[in-house]
Nanobody, 121 residues
Framework: QVQLVESGGGSVQAGGSLRLSCAASGSIFSINAMGWYRQAPGKQRELVAT???????TYADSVKGRFTISRDNAKNTVYLQMNSLKPEDTAVYYCNADLKRHSILAVQNYWGQGTQVTVSS
């Protein structure tokens, strides 16, 4: 069994900062890419940022220069530092990971349960 558990969400005023964390646990052999997605009310889930096991990153244009994704491979944890937050960043943020379990050779995709981020103006 594998779990992705997010933490760090909350409410903040525009211009503020939050740091999200997502820890993967369970029978994990290796983790490839990890990422953050978000879904605002009435909208589709969208990519925010991804990071490979080697540390290569990608960002949505809307968050470039404000958000930073990082990971600690020893802890199977990915982070999202969010600065200069805007009301339009309000959404449920989901952690995502491509990983291999000890008992299964194929790469499988997993999602966390989501954490709410609310930015007020």
């Amino acid at each position: 069994q594998v779990q992705l558990v997010e933490s760090g969400g909350g409410s903040v005023q525009a211009g503020g900062s939050l740091r999200l964390s997502c820890a993967a646990s369970g029978s994990i052999f290796s983790i490839n890419a990890m990422g953050w997605y978000r879904q605002a009310p009435g909208k589709q889930r969208e990519l925010v940022a991804t990071i490979t096991s080697a540390g290569s990153t990608t960002y949505a244009d809307s968050v470039k220069g404000r958000f930073t994704i990082s990971r600690d491979n020893a802890k199977n944890t990915v982070y999202l530092q969010m600065n200069s937050l805007k009301p339009e960043d309000t959404a449920v943020y989901y952690c995502n990971a491509d990983l291999k379990r000890h008992s299964i050779l194929a790469v499988q995709n997993y999602w966390g349960q989501g954490t709410q981020v609310t930015v007020s103006s």
